[in-house]
């Protein structure tokens, strides 16, 4: 009964942390892009740099939070 709760709070904390993290980086694209950001999804975030023609700050945001890229599967 205990490790369900234990494996459930890891996951949580996983996820919380995730999100932090994402804010953090959006909040420096924003300043640095001068683009809104703040708010989106991962996805969102990384479909708006592509967008933006910011390419290289989308890959970075990909291998970071470890999304699979299409190309290898």
């Given at each position: 009964m205990y490790?369900?709760?234990i494996i459930e709070f890891i996951f949580y904390i996983k996820l919380i942390t995730d999100e932090i993290e994402l804010i953090k980086i959006q909040v420096k694209?924003?300043?640095?892009?001068?683009?809104?950001l703040i708010g989106k999804s991962l996805y969102e975030t990384i479909g708006e740099l592509i967008k933006?023609?910011?390419p290289d700050q989308a890959e970075k945001m990909r291998k970071d939070f470890k999304i699979s890229d299409s190309s290898e599967t």
């Open positions: 490790s369900n709760l694209l924003e300043k640095t892009f001068r683009m809104p933006r023609g910011v």
